[in-house]
């Protein structure tokens, strides 16, 4: 880990600062549950789970706080058992060791926001709610990003941030075609959306009716099409934006790219009472992925964070 103004601890989350802490109950049958992982109320208010992306965050899930040191793990990778009781931080200006999601890369004093499996997923806010930001690279085939959307969350919008531009450069966005069951949609969000000038991407939701392909918001996030009725030279189409609703196991995001070296990062705005700004990154971090079986995997890993909670 490169220097970032904090020490790492041995064997604790609390970097530095004095947190609130609470004792609750990890309840039913839950996965993951480590130390430094946020969570969320569920079922009797004595009770949490690692947070899912859906329900509202508590909290972090604590460690050396010195709640029922019994069940507490041997150490800050090992997870709790359901039934174990277990300190929660939260309310307090402190330092944290958190995990960021699979997929994502955040530079220092980046915002990050509550993810599934009580995970990070770089963030900043949109129009009073949150986008969450993907980076990507050239792939002329479908990408797999390692992101997953939390099932029930309601995608807003999707809009790419060119970082690297290419005239002619063009992206598509969408759900992986392998999990959708009615033949996939791999560019669901966004259809060869321009990458062609460096910055924030406005979709083209008006086009020529002769040129309607020009349309680069994804049947996702499309209501409908209205043709201008008339028969002249510059009639045109007009896209008319609504929202996805994710679901039916379909939440890999995936990306594909022209034949250009275009980079950036791909915003997606997410409604969902579980995904709210709730840390500051203290350190960088690209994406990380581990070769096994020479079968590479996209995956979390540990990060030093401030408390916004």
């Known amino acids: 880990m490169a220097y970032c103004g904090f020490k ?5 989350i609390v970097v530095v600062g004095e947190p609130k802490v609470q ?5 039913g049958t839950v996965t993951n549950a480590k130390p430094g992982r946020l969570c969320a109320a569920s079922g009797n208010d004595d009770d949490i789970v690692v947070g899912d992306g859906i329900l509202p965050v508590l909290g972090w899930i604590g460690f050396e706080q010195g709640y029922h040191a019994k069940t507490r793990p041997a150490n800050v990778d090992t997870a709790y058992a359901a039934n174990d009781y277990v300190p929660v931080l939260y309310d307090g200006d402190f330092v944290i060791i958190s995990s960021l999601a699979p997929g994502f890369s955040v530079k ?29 690279a050239k792939s002329t085939g479908e990408k797999d990003t390692g992101v997953d959307l939390p099932e029930g969350a309601i995608v807003r919008d999707v809009f790419i941030e060119v970082t690297t531009a290419v005239e002619s450069g063009t992206i598509d966005v969408g759900l ?14 966004l259809d060869a959306e321009s990458c062609a000038v460096t910055g924030f991407v406005k979709h083209n939701n008006v086009a020529l009716t002769s040129a309607a392909a020009t349309l680069t918001l994804g049947a996702y ?3 409908a099409d209205i043709a201008d009725a008339t028969a002249s030279a510059g009639a045109q189409t007009y896209r008319v934006p609504n929202y996805h609703v994710v679901g039916e196991g379909q939440v890999s995001v995936s990306y594909t790219t022209s034949e250009h070296a275009i980079a950036g990062v791909i ?11 709730v840390a500051r990154a203290e350190q960088s971090l690209a994406v990380a992925t581990v070769t096994d079986d020479e079968t590479t995997t996209i995956v979390g890993q540990d990060i ?6």
């Not at 992986?176 to 969000?189: H, K, P, R, S, V």
């Not at 915003?267 to 700004?277: A, K, L, N, R, T």
């Not at 030093?304 to 909670?309: I, K, P, Q, R």
């Open 8 to 12: 790492k601890p041995t064997n604790k």
């Open 23 to 27: 004792e609750q109950k990890i309840g």
């Open 108 to 136: 220092k004093g980046d915002r990050l926001a509550s993810w599934g499996n009580g995970e990070l997923a770089k963030a900043m806010k949109v129009n009073g709610g949150v986008a969450i930001g993907i980076p990507f």
């Open 176 to 189: 992986l075609y392998a999990e959708d069951t009615n033949g996939g949609d791999a560019d669901g969000f």
């Open 221 to 223: 996030l499309k209501e």
């Open 267 to 277: 915003w997606i705005v997410i409604d969902s009472p579980g995904v709210e700004i």
């Open 304 to 309: 030093m964070v401030t408390s916004l909670l």
